[in-house]
């Protein structure tokens, strides 16, 4: 499986993650870790979320912005989501407003900007930073291996993408240009990876 998952991904796949398979990876500091399931995010609509509430799906989390020329990735973002909605999988959407000021709106500016557009019916979250001083601890889960228990990681730019299995396990990081569309990511939710 490896040798055909490389030549597809090699391109959108972080450095670090080159050649890995979608499975997490085991740890030997389990005790540092921490559940992604502890983790806490408000909805677009104010409603604080708990991660828990998405246990027994496989998760993909993508940092958002509507003024980015990867914002087109909503129409298969949500094409995804309601291909694989029923089947134990979600998309969490997270405004971000980091890269360029291209999420430069209010929670409802997104919320009406993202249906109006794309029809995205998929959970949306506030605006939040993704790196820095302030960054969520959300995305300090996924870019900290210290707390996901895989690997360190950067978000380099609007609608990067995690992987995240049912059990909340890590999974793997993909750059902006992975297409949500591919066939490895539909393999991965399908269970065929």
Known sequence: ???????????????????????????????????????????????????SSFKGKKIMVVNVASKCGYTGQYKDLQA???????????????????????????????QSFCQKNYGVSFPLFSKIDVKGNEQHPVYRWLTSKALNGVEDSKVSWNFNKYLIDEQGNYVVHLESGAQPLDAEIKAWIEGKK
């Open 80 to 110: 995804l989501y309601e291909a694989y909605k029923d089947k134990n999988f979600v998309i969490l959407g997270f405004p971000c407003n980091q890269f360029m000021g291209q999420e430069p709106g209010s929670e409802s500016d997104i």
């Open 1 to 51: 499986m490896r040798n055909l998952f490389l030549p597809i991904f090699s391109l959108i796949f972080t450095a670090s993650c080159q050649g890995q398979s979608l499975k997490p990876i085991p740890t030997k500091n389990a005790s540092a870790m921490q559940s992604f399931y502890e983790i806490e995010a408000i909805s677009i609509d104010g409603k604080p979320t708990s991660m």
